[in-house]
């Protein structure tokens, strides 16, 4: 079992950054593959990034590329989202995700969610 808690959202000006962080418990944190998946209002939830279990291998969606960021500490049971250049219709929901085996951009194919951080960027 895996619980993760979400930290670091909030209001920001386009152009500004912000960096998420995903706390996880339990010692086999370093087995599981982590993602960074976003819900605005009135849409369905979409896949932004993941890792691999040990960072060596990371995918994006096309509209963050090059502006954001995943990354992840093992020592520290922790994966991160930097997020710069932010635009208003990065406004989310952002909720990181865990799960067993290979990367994977499908939010069924995660086994454990945390309960989501707001960030909300203005034009």
């Known amino acids: 079992q895996v619980q993760l808690v979400e930290s670091g959202g909030g209001l920001v000006q386009a152009g500004g950054s912000l960096r998420l962080s995903c706390v996880a418990s339990g010692r086999l944190f370093s087995r599981y593959v982590m993602g960074w998946f976003r819900q605005a209002p009135g849409k369905e939830r979409e896949f932004v990034a993941t890792?691999?279990?040990?960072?060596?291998?990371?995918s994006y969606t096309d509209s963050v590329k090059g502006r954001f960021t995943i990354s992840r500490d093992n020592s520290e049971n922790t994966v991160y989202l930097q997020m710069n250049s932010l635009k208003p219709e990065d406004t989310a929901v952002y909720y990181c995700?865990?799960?067993?085996?290979?990367?994977?951009?499908?939010?069924?194919?995660?086994?454990?969610w945390g309960q989501g951080t707001q960030v909300t960027v203005s034009s």
């Open positions: 995700a865990a799960r067993p085996g290979s990367t994977n951009s499908y939010a069924d194919q995660y086994n454990y």
């Open positions: 890792i691999s279990w040990n960072g060596a291998y990371t």
